[in-house]
């Protein structure tokens, strides 16, 4: 376990409504980064964080947003759900250059 | 930009044989890292393998070693007397070194493992 925690674990919201997926970890990693996992895609990168307030975009970044304004938090924000958005999320961890990534037990979220 | 192929959508074993998952990948670089994952049913990614592109030598952790051809690309995973809690999703990464060092993923390969 690399003291990483997504929450909530399983979400269930309407379409329209923003949403807020949290991954919180308690060993001042440097690099947090958000994937999705959809079937016959593997995961595939939202955003990612390379340290607080810097941010950028990953491959599929459209109709998410992310803020990291303390090291052990990084927040995805869907602005608006859409149907096409529900997926498994998972955060990822990296203390630094060249070492393993620790992923968390993912989020469901699913979007009516 | 990387991109990392699994052209296996499914793969049976029975318990005790050997199997081999295959994957290739594209990239400009020279100098990367790939990595095996394997996702159980909890849904947790876990790391199976890694292989540092500089280095020749293929990596082997217990039952899973590695076939990396360099200039073919290709990095197949070996599991030996396959257990019935190999069973799960198997993805392939790719990681350039230096920068964001994003993971690239394959879509995927499901292994069952038969008693």
Known sequence: ?112 | AQTVTQSQPEMSVQEAETVTLSCTYDTSESDYYLFWYKQPPSRQMILVIRQEAYKQQNATENRFSVNFQKAAKSFSLKISDSQLGDAAMYFCAYRSRGGSEKLVFGKGTKLTVNP
């Open chain 1, 1 to 112: 376990d690399a003291g990483i925690t997504q929450s909530p674990r399983h979400k269930v919201t309407e379409t329209g409504t923003p949403v807020t997926l949290r991954c919180h970890q308690t060993e001042n990693h440097r690099y947090m980064y958000w994937y999705r996992q959809d079937p016959g895609h593997g995961l595939r990168l939202i955003h990612y964080s390379y340290g607080v307030k810097d941010t950028d975009k990953g491959e599929v970044s459209d109709g998410y947003s992310v803020s990291r304004s303390k090291t052990e938090d990084f927040l995805l924000t869907l602005e608006s759900a859409t149907s096409s958005q529900t997926s498994v999320y998972f955060c990822a961890i990296r203390m630094g250059q060249g070492v393993e990534a620790f992923f968390g037990q993912g989020t469901r979220l699913t979007v009516v």
